[in-house]
């Protein structure tokens, strides 16, 4: 059995579902936009730049699940998702998946961005394993933290250690491991598989690919049979 494992945004993504999150609650007026429209585009320049400072996004962007309750969190989500991230999902990058699942293969999301986000957007893919930042939970409300290691670079191999040894599997029960991503943060994940994939790379990503010989391919082509 092969292992595939696929980055989120901008990979399986046509944007950034993050970024989106943030700027999606803004347009509906739950957070500040003077305050917090510059921040998230700083946050996400630093995070295209490598620069990200992990612990102050996260508290940046875990905070606004903090101050509603889940029911009007999960409405919120459920508009988020059909108005902003169905019109994201990439043909070619839904195909891909299918084609991991037809073949046997066990296949998993592995995201930076948080779960509450991007839990139905795995499901939307028919991905039924989420391997993601999780927010901290107490007596029913988030409280704004990150609870655990966030999957974020070097995290990432942590948590899909840890998600594997959780089923009974390690790095070496798997025929192939693979892993598609767009971005060079996740350099860490992509030289630990055996078969890195670059997705429609950064230019530092696309380099890494040129100069190792990896795959690099693009979900952002139109399917051949489009219009």
Same mark, same amino acid.
């Given at each position: 059995?092969?292992?595939?494992?696929? %980055? #989120? %945004?901008?990979? #399986?993504?046509? !944007?950034?579902?993050?970024?989106?999150?943030?700027?999606?609650?803004? @347009?509906?007026?739950?957070?500040?936009?003077?305050?917090?429209?510059?921040?998230?585009?700083?946050?996400?320049? =630093?995070?295209?730049?490598?620069?990200?400072?992990? %612990?102050?996004?996260?508290?940046?962007?875990?905070?606004? #699940?903090? $101050?509603?309750?889940?029911? &009007?969190?999960?409405?919120? $989500?459920?508009?988020?998702?059909? /108005?902003?991230? $169905?019109?994201?999902?990439?043909?070619?990058?839904?195909?891909?998946?299918?084609?991991?699942?037809?073949? *046997?293969?066990?296949?998993?999301?592995? /995201?930076? /961005?948080?779960?509450?986000? /991007? !839990?139905p957007i795995a499901r939307a893919f028919g991905i039924e394993h989420l391997i993601a930042t999780i927010p901290e939970v107490e007596h !029913?409300?988030?409280? !704004?933290?990150?609870? *655990?290691?966030?999957?974020?670079?070097?995290?990432?191999?942590?948590?899909?250690?840890?998600?594997?040894?959780?089923? @009974?599997?390690?790095?070496?029960?798997? &025929?192939?491991?693979?892993?598609?991503?767009?971005?060079?943060?996740?350099?860490?994940?992509? &030289? $630990?598989?055996?078969?890195p994939i670059a997705v429609d790379p950064d230019p530092t990503l696309r380099e890494a690919a040129q100069r190792n010989g990896w795959r690099?391919?693009?979900?952002?082509?139109?399917?051949?049979? =489009?219009?």
């Amino acid at each position: 059995m092969d292992l595939t494992l696929f %980055d #989120l %945004d901008n990979t #399986l993504l046509a !944007g950034d579902s993050d970024f989106n999150w943030a700027q999606f609650l803004i @347009g509906k007026g739950l957070i500040d936009r003077e305050l917090h429209e510059a921040k998230n585009q700083q946050f996400y320049d =630093d995070y295209l730049a490598g620069t990200l400072d992990i %612990d102050a996004f996260l508290a940046f962007q875990l905070a606004p #699940l903090a $101050r509603h309750d889940r029911e &009007t969190l999960e409405a919120l $989500r459920a508009e988020y998702l059909e /108005t902003v991230v $169905r019109p994201m999902m990439l043909p070619r990058a839904q195909a891909e998946v299918a084609a991991a699942r037809a073949r *046997g293969d066990l296949v998993a999301v592995v /995201t930076a /961005t948080n779960a509450f986000v /991007t !839990g139905p957007i795995a499901r939307a893919f028919g991905i039924e394993h989420l391997i993601a930042t999780i927010p901290e939970v107490e007596h !029913g409300r988030f409280t !704004g933290r990150c609870r *655990g290691t966030p999957a974020f670079q070097a995290g990432k191999i942590a948590r899909v250690e840890a998600w594997l040894e959780s089923l @009974g599997y390690w790095w070496n029960s798997f &025929t192939t491991i693979r892993f598609y991503s767009d971005s060079h943060n996740d350099l860490p994940l992509l &030289t $630990r598989v055996d078969e890195p994939i670059a997705v429609d790379p950064d230019p530092t990503l696309r380099e890494a690919a040129q100069r190792n010989g990896w795959r690099i391919v693009s979900f952002r082509e139109p399917m051949e049979d =489009d219009s």
